[in-house]
Every structure is written in structure tokens, then in C-alpha cells.
């Protein structure tokens, strides 16, 4: 399991992994005794002997916390999850600059919450569906342009909050996809009905009903990760005081 290790002094904290034991990273020819070693155990090492003396604090991980800016498989990426002392609550930053650097993690005392940007319709990949499975008879192009133009109108003012979530994943961690929610489904029939008539409309409802629960109706909500810093310790904290209250009397003379 991994361990992340705090000092209290420095608010620094180091995650040691399995891998730290594990001794199949680096070449050394010049130590013949002992040709291969851990990076990762050398920099553990290095932690330890920085803060020396420091008082030092086991963090615990909180499960399923982990968030990323970016495509999961991008390497370069910013991530994000939770810890706790068991009082107070942090934010593990997680990041490297280059690929081929190693990973660094920074410590932000407080928490991230997700903040959701906006529902977005699959506007082309409806209107390609359409195309594709109407080609005969088809529907006319004002017909094709005009429902995900209506569809959009429609969810445009919906919340995730009544959404049900898909569970499949999502590539990108900060985007989720929903089910459109019963009375949407409502409002998205019947104005339908003065888009569409007879046999079009049936194609079209039977449409909706294919495409509404795992197709290309589902709606895309963004989300932004939140983060909300806390002043680092009480020192911090005072000093931002100090700092703000002489400002004022500078802003007073
Ligand atoms: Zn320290």
C-alpha cells in the first residue's frame, strides 16, 4: 500500500510506493556490489534526512478521489486526490512538467470540489445518426438541422442534479455523461410532433427511444475541479492579516 508522509514543519510530503523496496530501476555499474537501485527508495532517503528532526505525520488517502485534468492516458497531466490527518482535510497535487521528469506532489490544505460548467448536446454525432439511419426516406436537411437545435433549446435549462449518470467511463475525467431526464423526454416528443408528421414522426420517436439511454441523445455535462485553500497554518494565516490590515492604513494616508 502507499504511504504518504507529511512534515508539519515544511507542509511537504513525500508517497511511498511498494516500489520503494523494489530494487529494478537503475543501472549503476560503477557499485558492482549492488548494480541496481531504486530511485525511489534514494529519494525517501533524501526526504528524510531534510526533515530531520521535523515531526513528521502519516496521511490516509481517500478512496476514489483521484481527479485529472486531462485524457487519462495523456502522461503530462495535472491529477488531483484527497487526504486526511484525521482532523484536516488536504489536496494532493500530483503532476510532472516533462515526461521523463519524475512525478512531484504538492501539498494544499483544504478540499476540490467538481463545479459543473455546462450540459452540452452530441450535436453532430446526432445529426450523423440521423443521416445514417435515415437515408430512405429521408428527412428533409431543415428537419436534420432542426432537432438537435430543438433538443439543445429543450435541455438547456435542465440540472444534473435531476440527471441520472451513465456509469459507463468517460475518457476524460472532468466530462460525464447523463440521461436525459423524463420530462425533457416530455417536452422533446410533443414539439417534435410539429417537426415531424405521421410515419416521420413515429422514425423519429423510435429514434429517441433508441439513442436515449446509451446513444448519441446522451447529454455531456463539463466540470471544472474547485479547489477552496485554507491558510496553511495559523502563522500563515496571521500574517495574511497583518499584511491586509497594512495595506489599509497605507491605502489611509
Ligand atoms: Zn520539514
Sequence with gaps: MNQLIRCLNCDEIFLKTPYDQSPEYKYVPTHPSEPVRSI???DFQDFLIKHRRHPLEYLEIIEDSFISEKVYSEPVKIAY???TNGKES?????FRERIDEPLKYELIPGDYSLKCLGIEIQSEEITKQLRMEFKKPPFSPTQISAFPKLYRRIVGTVDTKNLERVSEESSHALEIYYKMDDVSLFYLL???RNLFKGKEYSNIEEFI???KDDGVLLLKARYKIQITE???TRKAAISAVVVAEAKKMIKKE
Design 40 to 42: 525511489e527508495r534514494d
Design 81 to 83: 486526490f484527497k487526504a
Design 90 to 94: 488536504f489536496v494532493i497535487k500530483k
Design 190 to 192: 410533443r414539439n417534435c
Design 209 to 211: 427511444n433508441r439513442h
Design 230 to 232: 485554507r491558510a496553511k
